[in-house]
């Protein structure tokens, strides 16, 4: 085995370890949230709804009763506040008052096992690849659970933030998966270049739509439990920025792999050719990629689509909403970055292609 492999797999154990015990100690703290368990449920006419059925749950925390409570079971349900059975687990919040509210179902469970398959799928059909993958996927959660969001706690800029975030993923997922070769230093240059020009319009665009940030719950959440001011309108900015990075990073490596193995085939081949052969697939990749984009952007916004739609609302009336332009914005500068990307990446690839070595992607400094 060689060595990187073996460092790989060691830090990956070591990165699943360190999770497992985080996620135990998480649930097992002296916090203000326990878990219980549904011991009763008992279901009756409503008194003042007869039409309705009410129900009586009672939940149990280390075998003592801790919390009873009644509902008013279709409205809540409907509502999908309320859907629990007996033996369920349930997650409640304990109050100063040492009463308890009523937060929700347990889903870590079912989560983990999602996390699971996940898991042995990618290093089942990638392996070692895979293994480099996941590791640098730990790598982008660790930076964003324990750099961007306490960065954004403290009132740090957002942008900085997402830089730093940004720095971080390309050289995890790019340079250490990889390592440093032409092919990867193309790639690079593509998502730098897409990245800057993806702020930039993203700074104004922002502001030609006005939109502000605060359009939904969770922005008006922040105000409330911040204890700094947050520039919303930069928290969009670098959101735009993350996502983008995501599909960049697929998009730039293959499009630069391809110029790469185009050259490989036949050495002698024009730079200007090479160019135009690579861009002939990179076009179909970017119509499906963007396509996908808009397609993932529309579905996260459709409950609100669909609220305003049944509410009689007209094309116009729902693009201007804040809480759909925001996402419009979103998708069509991602795309925006994703198609700069292409062209970019194969410009800077054909170059180090013709002045690199005649056969194979020769390394910079390593090579994985």
């Known amino acids: 085995m060689k060595a990187s492999n073996f460092i790989t797999i060691t830090l990956l154990i070591f990165m699943f370890a360190a999770a497992g015990i985080g996620i135990s100690q998480d649930f097992n703290h002296d916090g203000d949230s326990v878990i219980g368990t549904v011991t009763e449920v008992l279901s009756e006419q409503c008194a003042n709804f007869p039409e309705e059925t009410c129900q009586q749950i009672t939940i149990e925390h280390s075998q003592q009763q801790i919390f009873s409570f009644s509902y008013q079971s279709n409205q809540d349900v409907a509502l999908g506040q309320l859907n629990v059975k ?11 008052t040492g009463d308890y509210v009523f ?11 999602l996390v699971g398959i996940f898991v042995v799928l990618v290093l089942a059909v990638a392996g070692i690849q895979g293994a480099k993958s996941l590791l640098s996927l730990g790598v982008s959660i660790i930076a964003i659970f324990f750099l961007f969001l306490p960065g954004i706690a403290r009132g740090y800029d957002p942008i900085i933030l997402a830089l730093g975030i940004i720095g971080i993923t390309l050289i995890s997922s790019m340079f250490v998966i990889h390592g440093f070769t032409r092919k990867i230093l193309s790639a690079s240059i593509g998502i730098v270049v897409a990245l800057v020009v993806t702020y930039i319009l993203s700074l104004i665009f922002i502001n030609a739509s006005t939109i502000t940030g605060y359009s939904s719950e969770e922005a008006v959440f922040i105000l409330s439990f911040s204890d700094v001011p947050i520039n919303m309108k930069a928290i969009i900015a670098s959101t735009i920025l993350l996502a983008t990075l995501g599909l960049l990073d697929d998009a730039t490596v293959t499009q630069a792999g391809l110029v790469f193995a185009l050259r ?11 160019f135009f052969k690579a861009m ?3 076009r179909d990749h970017i119509s499906s990629l963007v396509n996908t984009l808009v ?6 916004s459709l409950p609100m689509i669909i609220l305003i739609f049944l509410a009689g609302n007209s094309f116009l009336d729902i693009v201007n909403r ?3 332009s925001e996402e419009i914005v979103r998708a069509l500068i991602g795309s925006i970055g994703l198609i700069l990307a292409v062209p970019i990446t194969t410009i800077a690839a054909v170059f180090l292609a013709k002045v690199g070595s005649n056969k194979g992607d020769s390394p910079i400094l390593y090579r994985r």
């Open 322 to 324: 804040e809480t759909i």
């Open 103 to 113: 937060v929700g179902p347990v889903r870590h469970n079912s989560l983990l096992w």
């Open 280 to 282: 002939d697939v990179g």
């Open 295 to 300: 397609i993932a952007y529309t579905a996260a």
């Open 86 to 96: 007996e033996g369920q687990q349930v997650i409640l919040e304990k109050l100063e």
């Open 264 to 274: 490989d085939e036949n050495p002698k081949m024009p730079a200007d050719k090479l």
